[in-house]
């Protein structure tokens, strides 16, 4: 069965951290690459870190420095560290393989907003 739970979003202040989790079914969470993606308001979906196999990290600009990727294998949990966080930061978050599934699976995301 095909899983992908988004879970830890919040609402937090400019400045502050969350952490998030993706618990994934083992058919996708095998994949040589996993990635956390977003999509804000209006905005198209974007990746916005990857982790690959061996430990590999790719991350966009606008979160390098600020974000971390990291996998745990024996609880098929991806998770994804936010630090210094921005008001721009503001979408729902969504895992998935890397490029997503073919079948088009997504999970329900989970939403994380930065305001004072």
């Known amino acids: 069965q095909v899983q992908l739970v988004e879970s830890g979003g919040g609402l937090v202040q400019p400045g502050g951290s969350l952490r998030l989790s993706c618990a994934a079914s083992g058919s996708i969470f095998s994949r040589n690459v996993m990635g956390w993606y977003r999509q804000a308001p209006g905005k198209q979906r974007e990746l916005v870190a990857s982790n690959h196999v061996g430990g590999r990290t790719n991350y966009a600009d606008s979160v390098k420095g600020r974000f971390t990727i990291s996998r745990d294998y024996a609880k098929r949990t991806v998770y994804l560290q936010m630090n210094s966080l921005k008001p721009e930061d503001t979408a729902v978050y969504y895992c998935?393989?890397?490029?997503?599934?073919?079948?088009?699976?997504w999970g329900q995301g989970t939403q994380v907003t930065v305001s004072s």
């Open positions: 998935n393989a890397v490029p997503p599934v073919p079948s088009g699976f």
